[in-house]
């Protein structure tokens, strides 16, 4: 556990917080095994003023990208955690909960999402992928879409005709009536990195854009087919590399200046996925061998979930290093180097390229800033075992994503291009598959943050982190106490 143990059952427990800064699109989502597979909604922050920075919409739309589940989501948690299951899919994905069309699990076409829209109208989109697995892209058939704002931050706006919105994120977009009135599907397609890597079924849910004066005729065309876009196919993952790219952040902010100039702490962290041996043995069979149990890692090292007390209140209660074994800091670069982004990595077979660097370990890891510390990471996605992309999230704070890039991560090279001009403000950032991602953030906000990727078989097999950052000179700047009714801890297994 990292900031709280769970809410046990029968009980509750009352959030406080504020959303000063921010407007925009957020999400919450239960943070335990893997129930925010079902446990998610969606945040809406307005301008206290009611002004935007762009036209004001006529009618807010929260769309949210999900999955439909049919088995038992501890047990999909617990084989991710002892090594990985590629056969725990979802055996659907949804839009505001429904299915679509593409489905008949009742043993009737399920219903759509009916967006009944008038011409002319703005409508603010605004998107969320609370799914446990994949990055989704979405379209409108007929329709573009103006960008304004992404994880709670403004974005300069542009246009596009797809979204390409990874777990974790929230996307704000303007959608204008102004088709052909008719019926025109909205379409959630998944999309996942070709063979060698290990392949999902495809996944895609659909709803309607209805415009209110569509001709109702029995032989319009509208009625009888709504309008399909053409979308990108689910191997191509160039087109969420360009939708990133595209984003870019309002200028003026107030940390602009402080994160352009001196970096206090700097983090290049090799995400990927190895072995450990069962039974803390020093030594196994790797390859796939039923000696070893397959872990995702930060660094070459997997993350321990404290079971016993949350990160945040032993930190209170000054036992950090007493609470949970094998604390120590996440080390600053991995402990070798290699050809991260080599192809040759992704499969997993005896005697196979990977197997010599397929070694790792497991430890609570953690990071200690001091307050106001400005702190760069890059992120490496790595080919090892398999070629994904990362959607890395640290609560918390927000950061400024400053460039990605394809391949190994070269400071050289890549710092000259940096966008340190309007970089966008981002609490989740997509890192490339087989690339990388550079950002900065201002260590502002005392407590223990956790970092991890936001692909859930990432995170349960080890693909995380915590952030510790220290109080400020002020009781503004300080972390209050616990509150009294914190959750408790009831498992105390270690």
């Known amino acids: 556990m990292i900031t709280q143990c769970p809410i046990q059952p029968n ?7 504020n959303v000063t800064g921010q407007e925009g699109t957020l999400w919450w989502h239960a943070h335990v095994s893997i129930l925010r597979a079902t446990l998610h909604g969606i945040i809406v922050i307005r301008p206290k003023s009611g002004s935007y920075p762009f036209q004001k919409p006529h009618m807010d739309v929260p769309v949210i990208i999900g999955e439909w589940w049919q088995r038992d989501l501890m047990k999909v948690d617990k084989n991710f955690s002892t090594g990985g299951h590629f056969s725990d899919n979802p055996a659907g994905a949804t839009i505001n909960g429904k299915l679509g069309d593409l489905y008949n699990y009742s043993g009737f076409v399920e219903d759509n999402l009916i967006l009944n829209v008038e011409q002319g109208k703005t409508y603010m989109l605004r998107l969320v992928n609370a799914v446990l697995f994949s990055e989704y892209y979405f379209k409108v058939a007929g329709h573009k879409f103006t960008v304004v704002g992404a994880d709670a931050n403004y974005v300069k706006p542009y246009t596009t005709d797809v979204v390409a919105i990874a777990p974790g994120e929230t996307i704000d977009v303007l959608m204008v009536a102004d088709a052909p009135p008719c019926r025109y599907y909205m379409v959630a397609l998944a999309n996942q990195p070709p063979a060698p890597d290990p392949q999902i079924p495809v996944f895609m849910s659909r709803g309607v854009v209805q415009y209110k004066n569509a001709p109702i005729d029995v032989g319009s065309n509208c009625i009888k087919e709504a309008v399909m876009p ?3 196919d689910q191997h191509d993952t160039l087109t969420s590399f360009y939708f990133h790219g595209n984003l870019s952040g309002l200028a003026g902010h107030s940390l602009l200046a402080q994160i352009q100039g001196h970096i206090d702490e700097r983090l290049y962290i090799a ?9 803390n043995k020093p030594s196994c069979k790797r390859g796939l061998s039923d000696e070893a149990i397959l872990v995702a890692y930060m660094n070459n090292v997997s ?9 945040l209140e032993a930190r209170q209660h000054a036992k950090m290093n007493g ?3 094998g604390v120590e800091d996440l080390p600053s670069r991995p402990p070798r180097s290699f050809n991260f982004t080599d192809p040759a990595l992704i499969p997993v077979v005896p005697g196979g390229k990977l197997e010599e660097l397929e070694a790792t370990r497991k430890a609570t890891t953690m990071r200690r800033f001091a307050h106001n510390a400005v702190v760069e990471v890059v992120f490496q996605s790595t080919a090892t075992m398999q070629s994904d992309s990362n959607p890395m999230h640290l609560h918390g704070h927000d950061f400024f994503v400053f460039a990605q890039g394809h391949g190994n991560y070269n400071p050289v090279r890549d710092v000259n291009g940096y966008n340190l001009v309007d970089p966008p403000l981002k609490n989740t950032v997509q890192v490339p598959r087989l690339g ?3 950002i900065r953030f201002v260590a502002d906000n005392p407590g223990a943050w956790f970092l991890h990727c936001h692909f859930e078989f990432h995170i349960a ?18 972390l209050p106490p616990p509150p009294s009714d914190l959750p408790k801890c009831t498992n105390t297994k270690e």
């Open 11 to 17: 009980t509750t427990f009352t959030y406080w917080f």
């Open 230 to 232: 053409e979308m990108p």
């Open 271 to 279: 995400l990927g996925k190895g072995s450990i041996c069962k039974g």
């Open 303 to 311: 993350f321990h979930l404290p079971e016993k007390m949350s990160i």
């Open 323 to 325: 609470a949970f074994r």
């Open 436 to 438: 990388w991602a550079a």
């Open 461 to 478: 097999m080890g693909m995380a982190t915590v952030f510790e950052v220290a109080n400020g000179p002020t009781v503004d700047e300080t």
